[in-house]
């Protein structure tokens, strides 16, 4: 019996040990086998849904996954940065071994050249003499210039101010252009009311003929009785004729008045139009006047900093000449020198060649380590 309760109790002990501590690490062993992979994946996590150490040791790996994906990033960044520096510091010591190279081959000519600008001082000094002279009349001419462009800006400033006054004026005929369009509008109205009138009064006339013709066929009628009435007659209905062309007078008038009007009124919205042409233009003018305003205005100060420099050239020619026997003696030392140079020339170009073997050979250990990193994946 007791041997029966060990045994359950060992099932028991196995059955726990398999839940409690074989699954878990097969589950972590099949995370890993995950992670590990063709390439190491540090963006993946350990998941584990236990309590215990196991858990903690979980949490644990994961702070150090995440640690070594930082660490892996700035290796990668510092190891891109390393290529692409030493691509740069190759490419910079080979230019700098050509141009030693360069250096060592002019040092050579530069003794030769030395040796001419000695020759050459003399002739200089006698040029910078020649050129003293030039500088004092261009300074002469920059101090006429001068006054001339301070002229030119006086000028210009009178021409914008003139330019402000005709669009003041332009304004004021456009303001007068739309009154008088104002004005025709309003005549044409009351010719208009004058026609109707002209055509009231002619209807009227028409009526009062008709009327008196009557009244001339009644006076015939009542014989002697009427003669004089029908002679009223005849003179009203001479009255109502001449009524009836004056009114047909009246509104061809008016109507060659209302005609000249719509004609005023076209040639007035065309010279609007050519007012606001002319705006436009004046302003235009005036914009350019402002440009050239403040051009005149650049001129005038660098025609004043030509002058001072001017000034400064005279009394730096002066000291050039001063400088020539110090440039001459230089010319001497220098010459000395470039043999110097040479030989330094030449050690550098030795030393160039070393460093360029350093960094071939930096360059083959950034390849291995971009090649190691890229083993790891970070995201």
Same mark, same amino acid.
């Given at each position: 019996? %007791?041997?029966?309760?060990?045994?359950?109790?060992?099932?028991?002990?196995?059955?726990?040990?398999?839940?409690?501590?074989?699954?878990?690490? /097969?589950?972590?062993?099949?995370? %890993?086998?995950?992670?590990?992979?063709?390439?190491?994946?540090?963006?993946?996590?350990?998941?584990?849904?236990?309590?215990?150490?196991?858990?903690?040791?979980? %949490?644990?790996?994961?702070?150090?996954?995440?640690?070594?994906?930082?660490?892996?990033?700035?290796?990668?960044?510092?190891?891109?940065?390393?290529?692409?520096?030493?691509?740069?510091?190759?490419?910079?010591?080979?230019?700098?071994?050509?141009?030693?190279?360069?250096? *060592?081959?002019?040092?050579? /000519?530069?003794?030769?050249?030395?040796?001419?600008?000695?020759?050459?001082?003399?002739?200089?000094?006698?040029?910078?003499?020649?050129?003293?002279?030039?500088?004092?009349?261009?300074?002469?001419?920059?101090?006429?210039? !001068?006054?001339?462009?301070? !002229?030119?800006? /006086?000028?210009?400033?009178?021409?914008?101010?003139?330019?402000?006054?005709?669009?003041?004026?332009?304004?004021?005929?456009?303001?007068?252009?739309?009154?008088?369009?104002? !004005?025709?509008?309003?005549?044409?109205?009351?010719?208009?009311?004058?026609?109707?009138?002209?055509?009231?009064?002619?209807?009227?006339?028409?009526?009062?003929?008709?009327?008196?013709?009557?009244?001339?066929?009644?006076?015939?009628?009542?014989?002697?009785?009427?003669?004089?009435?029908?002679?009223?007659?005849?003179?009203?209905?001479?009255?109502?004729?001449?009524?009836?062309?004056?009114?047909?007078?009246?509104?061809?008038?008016?109507?060659?008045?209302?005609?000249?009007?719509?004609?005023?009124?076209?040639?007035?919205?065309?010279?609007?139009?050519?007012?606001?042409?002319?705006?436009?233009?004046?302003?235009?003018?005036?914009?350019?006047?402002?440009?050239?305003?403040?051009?005149?205005?650049?001129?005038?100060?660098?025609?004043?900093?030509?002058?001072?420099?001017?000034?400064?050239?005279?009394?730096? *020619?002066?000291?050039?000449?001063?400088?020539?026997?110090?440039?001459?003696?230089?010319?001497?030392? =220098?010459?000395?020198?470039?043999?110097?140079?040479?030989?330094? =020339?030449?050690?550098?170009?030795?030393?160039?060649?070393?460093?360029?073997?350093?960094?071939?050979?930096?360059?083959?250990?950034?390849?291995?380590?971009?090649?190691?990193?890229?083993?790891?994946?970070? !995201?």
């Amino acid at each position: 019996m %007791l041997i029966a309760n060990l045994i359950i109790m060992i099932g028991f002990i196995g059955i726990g040990i398999k839940h409690f501590v074989v699954k878990p690490i /097969q589950s972590i062993t099949d995370q %890993l086998s995950v992670i590990q992979g063709d390439q190491i994946d540090l963006s993946k996590k350990i998941e584990i849904k236990t309590n215990d150490e196991f858990k903690e040791l979980v %949490l644990a790996f994961n702070d150090m996954l995440e640690t070594l994906k930082g660490v892996i990033g700035v290796v990668r960044d510092s190891s891109n940065q390393l290529t692409t520096s030493t691509r740069e510091v190759s490419s910079s010591t080979e230019q700098v071994n050509e141009a030693s190279r360069e250096v *060592s081959a002019n040092t050579n /000519q530069l003794a030769i050249q030395a040796e001419e600008g000695f020759k050459s001082i003399s002739e200089v000094n006698k040029e910078l003499v020649d050129l003293s002279g030039l500088i004092k009349n261009s300074q002469k001419k920059a101090v006429s210039t !001068h006054e001339n462009s301070q !002229h030119t800006f /006086q000028l210009a400033s009178d021409g914008k101010e003139s330019v402000d006054i005709v669009i003041d004026k332009m304004g004021n005929i456009q303001t007068k252009t739309n009154e008088t369009k104002e !004005h025709i509008a309003i005549l044409d109205k009351y010719s208009k009311e004058i026609i109707g009138i002209a055509q009231m009064i002619s209807e009227i006339a028409e009526q009062t003929n008709l009327l008196a013709l009557n009244a001339s066929i009644e006076a015939a009628r009542a014989g002697e009785g009427g003669k004089g009435f029908a002679v009223v007659a005849d003179e009203v209905r001479k009255l109502a004729e001449q009524s009836t062309d004056r009114a047909e007078n009246v509104k061809e008038i008016v109507n060659k008045i209302t005609e000249t009007s719509s004609k005023t009124v076209y040639l007035t919205e065309e010279s609007q139009k050519e007012v606001e042409e002319g705006v436009k233009a004046v302003n235009l003018a005036g914009q350019s006047l402002e440009g050239i305003l403040q051009a005149v205005q650049t001129v005038v100060k660098d025609v004043k900093d030509i002058q001072d420099a001017s000034n400064e050239n005279i009394t730096s *020619s002066e000291k050039i000449v001063g400088l020539l026997d110090s440039v001459s003696e230089f010319i001497e030392q =220098t010459a000395a020198s470039t043999e110097e140079v040479s030989a330094s =020339t030449q050690e550098t170009t030795a030393s160039l060649d070393t460093i360029t073997d350093r960094v071939d050979e930096i360059k083959k250990m950034s390849v291995e380590l971009n090649t190691t990193v890229h083993q790891f994946k970070t !995201h």
